[in-house]
């Protein structure tokens, strides 16, 4: 068999919620991953793990990143440790997978920037949510140019109304929405600005519903050296949720809403150009329409399905799996850039001093 064509052995430590989603998805594609080893310090976790997907079980980090047939970490332990973890891998001759968020602390983005440096091409980041369908159709949209020059762009991933109560609401475990869902939509938003690097970021984090000390909603405001803002908003706390993409351009705007299946959108007629127009000082007629310079515009509306129509959660996985093989078995660039989720990091520790009234960890 070819190198380019030979399943990557891979491991996974760390079997909690989305560790047990890398098994199950990496170990299933079978024409490109070979399950070798599952670790997880609650031995019969791994061992029911290693028995379902047909590897070794493992209770120790040490041993797993030791395991002489295994090419792949893919790291999801508890996010405090997931630098820590990604430099012991690294160090050990593995090419690591690290799940989000890739960093909790200043130092940790710190250990991040010199592992890009010294290991490169070994070390990818599991911003997974980048290839969501409905997000990927909307950046397609705004790339056609339909919307014309687009200045602002709204994110929210508004969550069931609850109070949240599991260790992902304690700062003291790497907890909060900054780092549950913050790199995801941070990552989003990144693309949107399109290279332009952030020049001003505020930020307003709260903890409203969760009886733990981390925060439950957070809203952030991006704006690019070329002008175009982005809006996040990340909440357990909104009964009544918002779209989750509004896109805004000077030529149309762009819907989709929480479900992420259809996009609405409305824009001008291509083929559309504004008569050239000054702003009046004189008085208007009486009789004259409330707002000056309402023309008749040549609107077109459309609702599209978002395509492909699939279970996202699971599609983000697939898609997660086949591009990480292709930049490591064919040299396909890895859509994620490190360079992004460095980005990502940095912006999170702005945020976090914006934020002084939460005890952050480091």
Known sequence: MKASSAPIKFGVCGLGRIGAQHCRFFSENRERYQPV???????????????????????????????????????????????????????????VLLEKPIGVTARDYAILQRLVREYPGKLYCGHNHRFEPAFQNALEIVRDGILGNVYAVKLAKHHTFMRRTDWQMRLDCGGGQLSVWGPHLLDHALQFLAGSPVRNVWSYLRRVLTPGDADDHARIMLESENGVVVEIEISNSVALPAPCCAIYGDRGTLVCGQEQKEIRLRYLAPDFRWDDATASTGNLPVDAPWHAGAEKLPWIEETRAVTPDVNMWDHVEIELARHLHAAIRDGVPFPIKNSDALEVARLAEVIKKQNPRFDWIG
Do not use: V
């Not at 310090?41 to 061992?47: C, F, H, L």
């Open 37 to 95: 080893a599952f670790c997880d310090i609650d031995e019969n976790r791994a061992r029911e793990t290693a028995a379902k997907y047909h590897g070794k079980p493992c209770t120790d980090f040490a041993n797993f990143i030791a395991d002489p047939d295994m090419e792949l970490a893919i790291i999801a332990t508890l996010s405090l440790d997931h630098a820590r973890h990604a430099e012991q891998a690294l160090a050990a001759g593995k090419m």
